[in-house]
T-cell receptor, first 112, second 115 residues
């Protein structure tokens, strides 16, 4: 079985500040990891994903995430956030043979 | 442009009624998924399909059914709507058959209220 824990339900931050959204997973087999973003009143869209290779993954809108196998983490980072980054962010995991399991989401609130 | 659409976008129904939510994609994707989104629970998988005539149960399938008669559509039916099924429903699709490593593309969602 696989699971995802997003430790923070909300992360408030000021514009132009750096941000890290935390994601930890558990799985007994190899994993593939994803971050999706949901803007208000919209469906989800892919930010980035880790399938193999470099553990540092770059995504859209200046976001990046680092896969850390020893700490079973896949934290999402951005060095300087904008108001437009206000959204809910979901971490997700799959073994490849199983369906995608989503975390409960982290609401990023960017204020001026 | 290819897209994935859901209809209706909003629906209010009464307990016990049968409700069908439509999902249509024009990417010719093999895989289609239905999720529900509830506060505090994130997204939970209801049903999914890896191709025509293929359907599978997800984590929260009780009270829901799907059928896949063509590539483009995966309608979700609530056989007898219950207040616990009040939620926002998302349909998604992905290209590579039978795998979950491919990017999923989501529709705009349907907000369902069961009174």
């Amino acid at each position: 079985a696989q699971s995802v824990t997003q430790l923070d339900s909300q992360v408030p931050v000021f514009e132009e500040a750096p941000v890290e959204l935390r994601c930890n997973y558990s799985s007994s087999v190899s994993v593939y990891l994803f971050w999706y973003v949901q803007y208000p009143n919209q469906g989800l869209q892919l930010l980035l994903k880790y399938l193999s290779g470099s553990t540092l993954v770059k995504g859209i809108n200046g976001f990046e995430a680092e896969f850390n196998k020893s700490q079973t983490s896949f934290h999402l980072r951005k060095p300087s956030v904008h108001i437009s980054d206000t959204a809910e962010y979901f971490c997700a995991v799959t073994s490849g043979y199983s369906t995608l399991t989503f975390g409960k989401g982290t609401m990023l609130l960017v204020s001026p | 442009d290819a897209e994935i659409t859901q209809s209706p976008r909003h629906k209010i129904t009464e307990t016990g009624r049968q409700v069908t939510l439509a999902c249509h994609q024009t990417w010719n994707h093999n895989n289609m998924f239905w999720y529900r989104q509830d506060l505090g629970h994130g997204l939970r998988l209801i049903h999914y399909s890896y191709g025509v005539q293929d359907t599978n149960k997800g984590e929260v399938s009780d009270g829901y059914s799907v059928s896949r008669s063509n590539t483009e559509d995966l309608p979700l039916t609530l056989e007898s709507a219950a207040s616990s099924q009040t939620s926002v429903y998302f349909c998604a699709s992905s290209e590579l058959a039978g795998t979950s490593t491919d990017t999923q593309y989501f529709g705009p969602g349907t907000r369902l209220t069961v009174l």
